[in-house]
């Protein structure tokens, strides 16, 4: 009767095993089907982006708002810690209009999300139609310690035709 009870125990044992054996099996293909799926996409998503497209359609009147986009804007500060460096990279998608003295403002969002400072400015640059531009780094304000973010928002520009 113990002897029915031990093989009994032991095909139990060796079930548990088994089942363990094939979970683990399981478990394991998953996760490189998981890794292969995430280096696929990630290879996917870094193909390079088509070139910027400059509008088809004439514009009537110019609207830097809308024709001046933000490619980067990085903040920085200078080597003191105390003045806010600005580093901006813009894109003109106008195919008519060259904009000039570009209208900038500078905000500083403290952690509940309203404004805390604004600084505005005007960026002595201009960029033609169709083109993308980085601007020199430039000085603006003091950098507010107890802002959570930043945002660098366009307001206007000066507007040419060629």
Not at 86 to 102: G, P
Request: no cysteine; proline share 6%.
């Amino acid at each position: 009767m113990f002897e029915e009870l031990e093989q009994e125990q032991k095909k139990d044992k060796e079930d548990s095993k088994k089942l363990a054996e094939i979970t683990l099996f399981i478990v394991g293909a998953l996760v490189v089907v998981g890794v292969i799926v995430y280096f696929t996409s990630m290879r996917k998503s870094k193909a390079p982006a088509p070139p910027p497209t400059v509008a088809a359609t004439p514009q009537t009147t110019p609207d830097a708002v809308k024709d001046l986009k933000i490619v980067r804007a990085i903040m920085g500060k200078d080597p003191t810690g105390v003045r806010v460096m600005w580093s901006v990279q813009l894109q003109n998608k106008s195919a008519v209009y060259t904009y000039s003295d570009i209208q900038y403002e500078a905000r500083f969002i403290g952690p509940d999300g309203k404004t805390r400072t604004a600084n505005r400015d005007v960026i002595k640059q201009s960029i033609a139609p169709g083109e993308e531009k980085k601007i020199p780094e430039f000085m603006d304000g003091i950098y507010d310690a107890n802002s959570a973010t930043y945002e660098f928002v366009l307001l206007g520009a000066k507007a040419t035709t060629q």
